[in-house]
């Protein structure tokens, strides 16, 4: 008995099959607040789909109705979607705080961080950005959302805002660390998740390329895979900007990507370990 019990440790150990650890993927969706319906499918996915962690952007106008949203699922990993810009056309919010050199002439945030042909010196990088409102600006969003949300973990980036420069990488860093929040996801390993090459125009390219990238991930490794949830109908289909015209029936994708069966069904097929950002630490 003593021999046998010997043996299957030692073929644990050895064989590829007992000592490959699972690829793990944390799926989170992004701009909880800018929709009711971004708010409504965010909620489905996590409570009836693969998403994990759900990113809220604090000055969003549907911030209330997320607050009440986030309520009925208490165990749901939640981050700060740190935010400096008002994207959309048609919808738009303002900073919490009196930051004039992040505004543009109407008091909203700019549209766009980085330049953009269809919104000439309408980004933050045109404009004279001060590091100071930076700070001011993203410490009451944090502040805010921890009034309201018991289960933060974590704080993202939307738009790539927290890398407009050294300086506001550093000041997200330390935010994160005076707040108890996790952000540097370099040091745990954390490498991109995407569609691939795949195309992505209908819910189910969607599937067929994530299913696909699937097969690409390593054992062991930890992944990150970020989309944007949303129903298609008439409040998302008023919702764009320039150059991203079809974003509710790119939205309602995501949702039916992030709840489809097959796409459970590949996660198990292929020993890939859902986790949310709570479990990086």
């Known amino acids: 008995m003593k ?12 064989h590829p099959v007992f000592s490959q650890q699972p690829a793990r993927l944390v799926v989170r969706g992004d701009d909880m607040g800018y929709s009711h319906s971004g708010n409504v499918a965010l909620v489905k996915c996590f409570q009836e789909g693969i998403e994990k962690s759900i990113e809220v952007i604090v000055p969003s106008p549907w911030f209330p109705e997320a607050i009440q949203l ?21 919808v738009k919010w303002r900073p919490l705080t009196d930051c004039p050199s992040l505004k543009d002439s109407n008091g909203y945030f700019f549209p766009m961080v980085y330049p953009n042909k269809n919104y000439p010196g309408k980004s933050i990088k045109e404009n004279d950005w001060k590091i100071e409102d930076v700070e001011k600006e993203f410490r009451a ?30 000041l997200t860093a330390r935010l994160a660390k005076e707040y108890s929040l996790e952000v540097d996801f370099d040091k745990h390993q954390v490498k991109s998740m995407g569609y691939g090459k795949g195309p992505t125009k209908t819910s189910a390219e969607k599937a067929s390329s994530f299913i696909r990238e699937l097969g690409n991930l390593k054992p062991g490794n930890t992944y990150m895979f970020v989309d944007h949830p949303g129903i298609d109908g008439p409040e998302l289909r008023a919702v764009h900007h320039v150059g991203y015209e079809n974003v509710a029936q790119d939205r309602q994708g995501v949702t039916d990507l992030f709840t489809n069966p097959a796409v459970k069904a590949a996660l198990k097929k292929n020993n890939v370990v859902l986790i949310s950002y709570k479990d990086l630490k």
């Open 70 to 90: 986030l309520k009925k699922i208490p165990n749901a990993d939640i981050g700060v979607h740190l935010a400096l810009t008002s994207e959309w056309d048609n």
């Open 3 to 14: 021999a046998t019990c010997i043996f299957i440790v030692f073929l644990f150990c050895i």
């Open 141 to 170: 969003q944090i502040e805010m959302a921890k009034k309201s949300i018991p289960n933060l973990t974590h704080l993202s980036s939307h738009m790539g805002c927290t890398d407009l420069n050294f300086q506001v990488k550093d």
